[in-house]
């Protein structure tokens, strides 16, 4: 994972420059370089997000055959629509 995150910061710094001549000194070329470096982020993000996820599953998949983990989550659900759903059926009681 740091390598990725260094890959990405590296990517960043690297544009640095071509930005400073596009906005302050109008230099189109750079322009140019900026968007194919945009691009390039855009696709790193992206192996990244999906990097992360894989992980994500991966170990959501280990945790739902220990039973721990999917079961502290399956409470936190049902208290979270428990109130709205509390809350939707008050204003229909008072009408009655």
């Given at each position: ?6 890959s990405l ?6 544009l ?5 001549k596009?906005?302050d000194?109008?230099?189109?070329a750079?322009?140019?370089r900026?968007?194919k470096?945009?691009?390039?982020l ?6 990244i997000?999906s990097?992360?996820?894989?992980t ?9 055959a ?16 428990a109130p709205?759903?509390?809350k939707?059926?008050a ?6």
């Amino acid at each position: 994972m740091a390598n990725n995150f260094g890959s990405l910061r590296d990517l960043v710094m690297s544009l640095e420059g071509d930005f400073e001549k596009f906005y302050d000194k109008s230099n189109s070329a750079a322009g140019t370089r900026v968007r194919k470096g945009m691009q390039e982020l855009k696709n790193m993000a992206q192996a990244i997000r999906s990097e992360v996820q894989n992980t994500k599953n991966s170990a959501a998949g280990a945790g739902a055959a220990g039973g721990a983990k999917a079961g502290a989550a399956k409470p936190a659900a049902a208290k979270k629509a428990a109130p709205a759903a509390a809350k939707k059926a008050a204003p229909a009681a008072k009408k009655k």
